[in-house]
């Protein structure tokens, strides 16, 4: 493969946590760029005419040259011409979650002619976007990076006609006999005569001493994709046993000079895909603790160590970063003051698995509901945002397509669309 030019360029001190939210922003956006760590004065002067205390840095350079200071993402996913205002009145589809789910239905339903409108709080690719690399993919034998994977989905649906709508946080979601009705944080009204709910997870919180104040100065949620390069040389660990764990733990190993995985369970065999974990058995580099948990984060400024606990004693060891890939929670709080029926952790119950007693007072159809539907008729849900949903990429393609599906039955039963 060719050299990628890089688009832009970023400036910032080391362990600077505004300059990780732009490295990593940037990097599941697959935007291509170099990253200047500044060390001294000196070099923050000469780079960008600030001291390195300066609250004015990062600095990122665009293709164009213009220079931003202390941008937020919104600022610069603007400045890149990402952010647009909505094209119609009204979609025949509103999908909310540009994970694979929510791709893969802004995909098919563009594809079939219906309108639509996909819209994301931050970049495309879900959690699924920020791993290094996905291998059990059907198609891809070699693998490809989560980022990739959800570019390449990006630019498909644009392909076919879905309007992308990136940088949007909704705040209020009104249904009405006539679909839904979503008001962002901007103030933009987007109107639907059906929606998908593809909203995903979030990474779940260890919560302990030391994570908030370390968070992007040491401490990462997810597979750290563009913070790899920069860890030449470093001792790291990542907490966590599953597959995404894993492929951090492949991923930095090419790097760090030592990779310590520190996982919950007694084995890697309950949560880590068998072709993975004998990767990460055989990778000299690595060293796997079982049964040990993280009580703690230390450093001042920037992580320099961490205290784990293996049920018996409490050990502290040194560590330059630390990855967090322990799962996540359902991105559902929209829906506290709506009548969409969630399970006791916050997922959406769909089709069979709506509870029957509940249903019948807010069902108001005399079909049962399709099985990607929720409580709400023509209201789907897709990917892991799902009551009991399989957390794998191609289950939440699978679930995106087949959402679509129901949501066309749905336009043509109410509308003879």
């Avoid at 980022?147 to 992308?164: D, H, I, P, T, V």
């Avoid at 001493?209 to 563009?226: F, H, I, K, Q, R």
């Avoid at 995985?261 to 068998?274: D, F, I, K, N, Q």
């Avoid at 990767?279 to 796997?288: D, E, H, L, Y």
Wanted: contains cysteine; hydrophobic residues 40%.
């Amino acid at each position: 493969m060719a050299d990628q030019v890089a688009l832009v360029q970023v400036y910032g001190s080391y362990g600077s946590r505004e300059a990780w939210e732009v490295r990593d922003f940037l990097s599941r956006s697959v935007v291509h760029f170099d990253w200047h760590e500044l060390r001294s004065d000196m070099d923050a002067l000469r780079a960008t005419g600030e001291l390195l205390s300066s609250p004015r840095l990062p600095m990122v350079v665009l293709p164009d040259h213009t220079r931003l200071y202390a941008p937020s993402l919104q600022q610069i996913a603007d400045h890149l011409g990402w952010v647009n205002a909505p094209r119609l009145q009204r979609y025949d589809l509103s999908i909310f979650g540009a994970g694979p789910a929510g791709l893969s239905a802004a995909v098919y339903a563009a594809s079939e002619g219906l309108s639509v409108v996909l819209v994301e709080r931050e970049a495309v690719g879900g959690q699924a976007g920020s791993s290094s690399l996905i291998e059990n993919y059907l198609g891809f034998p070699d693998g490809l990076p989560g980022a990739m994977l959800a570019e390449r989905a990006r630019q498909q649906a644009a392909k076919f006609g879905a309007e992308l709508l990136l940088m949007r946080r909704g705040v209020l979601g009104v249904f009405t006999h006539d679909g839904i009705t979503a008001t962002l944080e901007d103030g933009t009204r987007i109107n639907a005569h059906t929606n998908i709910c593809a909203t995903g997870i979030g990474w779940r919180r260890l919560n302990v001493p030391g994570e908030d104040a370390l968070l992007g100065c040491g401490v990462y949620y997810g597979a750290g994709t563009s913070e790899a390069p920069n860890c030449f040389g470093e001792r790291v660990v990542v907490i966590g046993g599953g597959n995404s764990a894993g492929q951090a733990v492949m991923n930095l190993a090419g790097y760090a000079s030592n990779v310590t995985m520190l996982v919950r369970g007694p084995s890697l065999a309950a949560t880590l895909s068998t072709y993975l974990a004998d990767r990460v058995q055989a990778q000299p580099n690595v060293t796997i603790r079982y049964n040990t948990t993280v009580t703690e984060f230390h450093g001042d400024d920037i992580l320099d160590a961490v205290t784990v606990n293996d049920g018996a004693t409490e050990t502290t060891l040194p560590a330059q970063r630390a990855f967090v890939c322990i799962g996540g929670e359902p991105d559902t709080d929209w829906a506290a003051d709506t009548v969409l029926q969630r399970d006791d952790l916050g997922y959406l119950r769909t089709g069979p698995d709506l509870i029957s007693g509940q249903l019948r007072t807010v069902w108001p159809l005399d079909r049962a509901p399709y099985h990607l539907e929720t409580s709400i008729p023509g209201s789907f849900a897709a990917g892991d945002v799902r009551h009991r949903s399989v957390k794998r990429v191609a289950t939440a393609v699978g679930e995106g397509a087949m959402a679509v599906t129901f949501a066309h039955r749905f336009l043509q039963e109410k509308y003879g669309a």
